[in-house]
């Protein structure tokens, strides 16, 4: 029924099957329209009738197209990252689709899940240290919470002094916050109607939304692209609330024994080997939704613990049931997180042996201490 049809707003192919994707809406909606002469996918429909944006997902290839067009332009790049899965966030090789011209402003999202105590300088430092590996250097970095906007108005007013009269595109991947942020920015922009344009990317379906600005120019949304090592793309959708955290994070210190073992329901397992001196506690923190029950356990017969508990006593469990874990090991040598991404972290002391595992394909890897 949708075959060869396009969204007006958008010009993405209409679908009828994924609602994540481009193009989409529900069938009953689509027969209904076909009586109009509009045909508008469910994102633009929110869109032009109030004034929302839904996210929308892509695959690698048509992200790697669509930036690849972004270079070819003169334009600002907002990048939102997610500071609770900074690397689950993180668009790999970045300044090579933009282009290397393209100046960067990153917008450092979710501010509000981090402690209030954290100096707001020492963060933005963490950040731009994570960016410098990536080999990113930004012309800015800001701290937003785009779930309770405070300083929404400094960084439009930003935005406008970086573009410098170009257009902006505003890139990530999912559930970064990208399509919360851009709602706020169109409901401060009052007065404006036509909010989508028709524009797109010749050659691709790829759809864009793109934000009249004061001088012509445009603030472009570009769909998000998956990256599938995020814990979100592992669990059920009932369980997400688990991997989006919505309140500030409460850390848990927890003094281990060696041969002690952590469970994060049943997504994730922490096994302290030895401490930092023969037989000595370790004090680990972790940071994770605050309803994620963490339990601690003995590391032997942890294996047993998990088969007999996983979904009751550990839960959340894995989306799909049958999900092989992977292993890692780490020996820390100084104060280090280690990231289970897009699930949480835990702050480690020097001087232990530790093993984790998750889901294969989840990214679990150690960086600098952000907390
Ligand atoms: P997108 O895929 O990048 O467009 O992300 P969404 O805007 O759909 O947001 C993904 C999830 O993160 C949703 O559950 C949002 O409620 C949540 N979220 C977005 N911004 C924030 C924020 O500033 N703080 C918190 N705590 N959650 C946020």
Known sequence: LAEGLYCIGCGAKMQIDHKEEAG???LSA????LMAEELLCQRCFRLRHYNEIQPVELTDDDFANLLHQVSKTKSLIV?????????GSTIPGLP???GQENPILVLANKVDLLPKSLKEHKLKNWVQGQLKEQGINPVGIELVSAAHPKNLDQILDKIDTLRDGRDVYVVGTTNVGKSTLINQIIKSKTGVQELITTSRFPGTTLDQIAIPLDDGQSLIDTPGIIKKDQY???????DLKYVLPK???KSRTYQLNPDQTLFFGALARFDLVTGPADGAKAAVTAYFENNLMIHRTKRQGADDFYAKHKGQLLTPAPADENVDFAKYEFKINEKTDLVYAGLGFITLPAGIHVQAYAPKGVGVFLRKAMI
Request: no cysteine; hydrophobic share 50%.
């Open 96 to 98: 090579r689709f933009v």
């Open 79 to 87: 990048y939102v990252l997610d500071l609770f899965d900074f690397s």
């Open 232 to 238: 979100a793309h592992w669990v059920t959708d009932k």
């Open 247 to 249: 309140a500030e994070i």
């Open 24 to 26: 989409f809406l529900p």
């Open 30 to 33: 689509l027969k209904k329209q």
